[in-house]
């Protein structure tokens, strides 16, 4: 590609609203441009990009054996009624009307649209497992998008759902998966971990998130450097202290059935008195802690909890004398992390314990505190423990290390979640009807691209992996103007094309330090010069990841290149 007929739109300034360092380079790079406040215009190398991510994630998909579909973005609202998350997924599911008033999603997410397709023609247990996967751009309210494509509005996702009639076949595909991601994020040159994303009632190894490592995630992780334990420190399970999002109790919306206890039950369960309990809400706003005394007698699930914001009467209070109204030693209510929030962590060997649960109400506090609503294992406090930075491993090796995280995959066991409420079933072996079996898998391929610049620049611009690269090489002539160096590279410009080689040819009247520090920002993985010595058929080639170069012959160019 020519550049004088691409549109690569640089900038010298960085852009005053950009605050990281992705979304500053993807300005000034001239890969993307913002409409609107989460909403962006992919320009050519961008969309070159995306391309590339897509296909590491066609071929691993494909190889894990999942097939390839494309769903409709516009849902109808029945569909959401039917799973109940058209009144539980709130104000982040972009809702609208058509013109005879009907009502419909832009889709955030597609479990209910895959379940329908699939209940409506798969009946029988020889036709599963089978696992479908699309490549989608998804759309979600979100309260504070930002950091340019970290956090869209509109964003491009692959998602995957995988349909089984036992348990055992859903393992299988969802270990498969597992390895598809590492594939994918390890091809992409990402500094990953897979963390133990919630480890509450569906057991601790029934949904992982892929982390990569990076001071402006939003997420924070602990994990050990010797030994395979990671886990997203906000999703474990909690007794008091650690602020949720809204996201996160969706998330639990999403991943639980909840089973109703009373408040006798958990009471005894926890062992502690049922008007302990009833007290036991917790709020925390900036760093203090608040103590909400919910009074009266009631079953408590998030939902009511939230019911009661404005109703309770609010106190400040201490951990400790948070732990004081609980009954619970100081310790239970956790040590305090980097962001001031009390963290408590449950490892793998402690999965299935008694589950946190956590959001925010309308004027944006954050709440935890004791599900009461799910089915909970726990014996007594003292089976849980807590893991600060510094302790031993939960598997009895390494330390544990905190670090923030980029969630770019999240993959997920649902079991029945969605196939019971819509009725998706198949009939098994002996003609007996079953509800299917279900798992879904998501990545967010426009976010994994900032992740990629996040992690992969320098001071002078992006340094991209060749793999995900926008061309392979970027093809320049020092001085425009002179007629043998525009020979030479008009030459060498169809030569290793022709060759195989994507090249980005900087054919524009510009001055060499324009064309030098544009192609360092656009960072592609070699630079081509045909300088001085074009007479001579000798060129400069640079490694911008190294910034070392060589000269070399024009003959020797393509085997150098590669
Ligand atoms: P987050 O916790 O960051 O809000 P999520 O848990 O809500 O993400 P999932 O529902 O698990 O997201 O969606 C699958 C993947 O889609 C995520 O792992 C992430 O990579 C990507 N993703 C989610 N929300 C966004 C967004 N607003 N912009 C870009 N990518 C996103
Ligand atoms: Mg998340
Ligand atoms: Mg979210
Ligand atoms: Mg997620």
């Known amino acids: 590609m020519k550049q004088s007929m691409t549109f690569i739109p640089t900038l010298r300034e ?18 993307m441009r913002q409409n609107a406040s989460g909403l962006y215009s992919y320009l050519p190398l961008a969309q070159r990009v995306l391309s590339n991510i897509q296909q590491i994630v066609r071929e691993e998909m494909d190889n ?13 609202s029945e569909l959401w009624e039917e799973s109940g998350r058209w009144y539980t997924y709130g104000p982040e599911l972009m809702r609208m009307r058509d013109r005879h008033e ?3 999603a832009l889709g955030a997410t597609h479990e209910e649209v895959i379940t329908s397709l699939v209940r409506d023609e798969v009946k029988s247990y020889k036709r599963l497992p089978l696992t479908l996967y699309q490549i989608q751009t998804k759309f979600r309210d979100e309260k504070r998008p930002r950091f340019g494509l970290l956090r869209g509005r509109e964003f491009i996702m692959k998602d995957a759902y995988s349909f089984h009639s036992s348990s055992e076949s859903l393992d299988e595909i969802y270990d498969g998966l597992f390895k598809a991601y590492s594939n994918i994020f390890t091809r992409c040159q990402l500094n990953f971990r897979a963390v133990i994303a919630d480890s509450g ?30 886990a997203n420190v906000e999703m474990a399970p909690v007794i008091a202290g650690s602020p949720g999002t809204d996201e996160q109790s969706e998330e639990l919306e999403r991943v639980h059935t909840p089973q109703q206890k009373t408040i006798e039950e958990v009471a005894e369960f926890l062992k502690v008195t049922k008007e302990k309990l009833i007290k ?5 706003a900036d760093d203090k802690f608040i103590l909400v005394l919910v009074r009266g007698d009631h079953e408590v699930n998030d939902i009511k909890l939230k019911n009661h914001y404005n109703a309770s009467a609010v106190e400040i209070a201490s951990p400790e004398e948070t732990a004081k109204v609980l009954g619970v030693p100081t310790g239970y209510i956790g040590p305090v992390n980097m962001k001031g929030e009390a963290v408590i962590l449950a490892d793998q060997a402690l999965k299935g314990l008694v589950n946190g ?17 799910r089915d909970a294992k726990i014996d007594s406090f003292s089976d849980l423990r807590f893991i600060q930075e510094g302790d031993a491993s939960p598997d009895g090796e390494g330390v544990i290390k905190f670090a923030k995280g980029i969630e770019v995959g999240h993959i997920f ?16 072996e002996n003609g007996r009807s079953q509800p299917m079996i279900m798992g879904c898998y998501g990545i967010g391929v426009s976010r994994t691209l900032a992740a990629i610049v996040e992690e992969h620049h320098d001071d002078k611009g992006i340094v991209w992996p060749a793999e995900v690269a926008p061309y392979d090489l970027h093809l320049l002539s020092a001085n425009a103007k002179n007629a043998e160096q525009a020979e030479l590279s008009e030459k060498l410009y169809k030569e290793l094309r022709s060759k195989g080689f994507d090249v980005l040819y900087d054919d524009r009247q510009e001055r060499a330090g324009v064309k030098f520090a544009d192609s360092d920002l656009i960072g592609l993985p070699l630079r081509i010069t045909v300088g001085k010595r074009a007479g001579e058929g000798i060129v400069e080639i640079k490694v911008r990841r190294t910034g070392e170069s060589f000269e070399c012959s024009v003959e020797e160019l393509p085997l150098k290149a590669a």
């Open 14 to 31: 960085v852009p005053a609203d950009a605050e990281i360092k992705s979304h500053q380079l993807l300005l000034r790079a001239g890969f």
């Open 64 to 76: 894990a054996g999942a097939a390839e579909l494309l769903m409709p973005a516009l849902q109808q």
């Open 102 to 104: 009907r009502q419909f």
């Open 201 to 230: 009632a569906m057991g601790g190894k029934d949904t992982h998130e892929f982390m990569v490592l990076s001071e402006v995630g939003e997420d924070t992780i602990a994990y050990s450097d010797s030994s395979a334990f990671a």
């Open 280 to 284: 036991s809400v917790l709020f925390k």
């Open 357 to 373: 649960i956590c959001g925010a109400n309308e004027e944006g506090y954050h709440y935890t505190g004791v599900d009461l609503s």
């Open 413 to 428: 066991k649902l079991g029945t979640r969605y196939s019971e409420a819509m009725n998706a079933s198949y009939l098994d």
